[in-house]
């Protein structure tokens, strides 16, 4: 059983910044692929960033160049830093990881809300 827990949401201005973490229980990183989602208000969850299984990333359209994943292996802890927020950005952040092997395997974190305003 994996688990994980999100934070480091809040209310951030047009333009701020915030960074999130997603702590994991143990090592997993060797056999789970890190990703985080959002979802806003009648929207489904969507894809923000994630590690592939070759070690790249890939992000979402919308925060490319304003998004980036980053990882520390000996922490066992996932960042999401977001620069430039837009109010557009605001949702909850879930935090992913999904079993290399067996893609059906996945687990989430509780959640964190981020909410950019003015």
């Known amino acids: 059983q994996v688990q994980l827990v999100e934070s480091g949401g809040g209310l951030v201005q047009p333009g701020g910044s915030l960074r999130l973490s997603c702590a994991a229980s143990?090592?997993?990183?060797?056999?789970?692929?890190m990703g985080w989602y959002r979802q806003a208000p009648g929207n489904e969850r969507d894809l923000v960033a994630a590690f592939t299984s070759a070690g790249s990333t890939n992000y979402a359209d919308s925060v490319k160049g304003r998004f980036t994943i980053s990882r520390d292996n000996a922490k066992n802890t996932v960042y999401l830093q977001m620069n430039s927020l837009k109010p557009e950005d605001t949702a909850v952040y879930f935090c992913?990881?999904?079993?290399?092997?067996?893609?059906?395997?996945?687990?989430w974190g509780q959640g964190t809300q981020v909410t950019v305003s003015s």
């Open positions: 992913n990881a999904q079993d290399r092997i067996i893609r059906t395997l996945t687990y």
């Open positions: 143990g090592s997993i990183f060797s056999t789970y692929d």
